[in-house]
């Protein structure tokens, strides 16, 4: 339930309402006219929090804290969908070891953060003629990454480039 959709105070319709308290201890049912002025008393608002049970279950609470811990728990729920997507690895047929290293620590990086690595050869020119050097770099990646990652699509040769698809380790 979005924050916009609570219903506070005067804008609470049922006659009758169950009614908690600002401890969250259960007060029980009481009609609406009644549970106002228990909020009002001890200074604080009647936030219809269950709108479909019968009777309506509203709660005496700060509703300003509310909204604010609400969205902040919203914000944080956000951050998390960034972790599993995937992640490009890009080399070529004729990679130095070095670079190939570099790679590697990343796509090592990306599978330790929970991504998909796609391990992308693209071929150039005469290196067409040669794709036994792409499955070579792309097994030299397969063997160096096996420890944390297990391959998910072998690598398959389309036009100038050629693919293999990584994805972490159960349990690793």
């Excluded at 909204?67 to 914000?75: F, I, S």
């Excluded at 330790?112 to 794709?131: L, N, S, T, W, Y």
């Amino acid at each position: 339930m979005s924050i916009e959709n609570y219903r506070v105070n005067r804008q609470i319709r049922a006659r009758e309402v169950r009614v908690i308290d600002g401890e969250g201890e259960q007060v029980g049912v009481m009609t609406i006219e009644q549970a106002r002025k228990m909020a009002e008393e001890s200074q604080l608002d009647l936030v219809e929090v269950s709108p479909m049970a019968r009777p309506p279950v509203c709660r005496i609470m700060d509703y300003g804290k509310f909204k604010y811990a609400q969205r902040k728990k919203d914000r944080q729920s956000g951050k998390k969908v960034a972790a599993g997507g995937l992640k490009e690895l890009r080399v070529r047929p004729a990679i130095d070891d070095h670079d190939l290293e570099y790679r590697l620590q990343n796509g090592r990086r990306f599978l330790e953060d929970g991504h998909k690595v796609q391990v992308v050869c693209i071929f150039r020119g005469r290196q067409m003629a040669h794709p036994q050097h792409g499955y070579d770099v792309m097994r030299k990646v397969k063997e160096s990454l096996g420890d944390i990652s297990k391959v998910e699509a072998e690598p398959k040769m389309t036009g100038n480039r050629m693919t293999m698809m990584l994805s972490r380790k159960a349990g690793v």
